[in-house]
């Protein structure tokens, strides 16, 4: 027999795929259907409004999710449960927005109605401790959030519940802020393996959350304790020394970051693992690039073209090739910047992947554009962003650059901001029904789009809201694809 997946496990794995605007439709095609069945502001009814508030949160759009969430709440509530998730999920939307002071108010009335219906020892009233201690942290409240995560942790604890690992893992961060000195994870060889991974991992999950350099000086000792605990070539312990050179990059610590790096490798190297270790170690050649040792990077590269080869699958070997060719080029050797950049497309045409394969044509159309060789390029541009999405930051490179070329232009490096224009209107457009837009325009003020959208006609209601949440979830793909690709 076989039975349709639920719209909510469909719009999650639209979700997971980067298909936000699809993912959306979903939940609002299923909150339709339940408004039908059930009635505006029935139980039913607040049910799809949360699980369309997930979406949204989840595809960066925490302002509409909150709007679901508050209207989930405005419902009497029938099932005491499941309203205070709905309140849970409206703190943390609001957390989520920086509205803090609101956010601890929904959270604290939250703890309240789950400490009156769960009762005190129950894991259901930590779930709404761990948090509220969160947003006391953020704002400050340190004494606060430690007597809250302290309680929250106790009570996990007590009832072995699994969520334990992640009230720790916002302890350690609350200590740290407390400056104290005290260990940040004390007890760790008394804890259970499972519970140990978890811990770590959630501390990762913390990025975005924390203060950044909170948040590293957090890792870096994690990155010793895990070593410690679990070993140096266990996956919890690469992850997070994984974790410890990206914070690196983005906090100035070049010589921290490539000692992660290189122990990552090494550890890759150890266990046979092929290509982790390719990936390790053009994150080496990028970070030695960063650091300004040329001379490194350059070697490196050179140490990973031969790995690759030794793979032997034509889209690593791309993107080795793609990547040593830009640093052949900015160290001013451009015979040997040509020889990789087409290369890479050579052995990208060998592979599956139209990506590597898009990035490819794009480095090597803008290299050639550069030189000057504009019939080239111009090949070598359109066959590139012909293998990537409109959002890709490669496809906006590529295409700003190509309007140069088309315009008998060397260079199109300065209208990368025209070219994110046109991609968003593109990408717009097309998922917008075409007898009802008579003009649409997008353009960057000040960081942000501004958009106008000009009817052919009076649309209706339905037209309206689907206007409205399409350019939403649109804006909200668009940025998540430059941001995730970047």
Partial sequence: MNVSAAPID??????????????????????????????????????????????????????????????????????????????????????????????????????????????????????????????????????????????????LWSNGHDQVASALALRAEVVHAGGTGEPLFAGLDQLPDGVVEAMASAVLLRQGLAEPAAHRAVIAVLATAVEVRLGPDHPVTLNVLTALANTGRDLGDPAGRVDAIRRVLASHDRQGRAEDALTAELGLALAYGDAGDRDGALRTYEAAHRRALRIDRPELTSLVLRNWGLALRDAGQTAEAERCLTDAVTHAQRGADFEILGRAGVALGIFLQHQERLAQARTALEQGLAALPDAHPDAIAGRSHLGAVLQGRTCGCGDVAGAVEEAFREFVVRRLPQDLLERFEARIVDGDFKIEVHLRREPTEEELQRLNGVVQSALAEFRHRVQDQG
């Fill in 10 to 155: 469909v719009a999650v794995s639209l979700m997971h795929e980067g298909r936000f605007v699809e993912a959306e439709e979903v939940m609002v095609r299923e909150l339709r259907a339940v408004t039908v069945r059930h009635g505006h502001g029935s139980a039913a009814w607040a049910s799809a409004q949360c699980d369309l508030g997930n979406i949204l949160l989840n595809c960066d759009q925490p302002d509409r999710a909150i709007a679901c969430y508050r209207a989930a709440i405005a419902v009497p509530a029938v099932d005491r449960k499941e309203h205070l998730t709905y309140r849970l999920n409206l703190g943390l939307a609001l957390r989520m927005t920086g509205r803090l002071e609101d956010a601890e108010a929904e959270l604290r009335r939250g703890a309240e109605g789950r400490q009156a219906f769960y009762g005190r020892d129950h894991a259901g009233y930590a779930f709404g401790l761990e948090p509220l201690a969160d947003v006391l942290l953020q704002r400050g409240n340190v004494g606060q959030a430690r007597d809250v995560i302290e309680e929250a942790v106790r009570n």
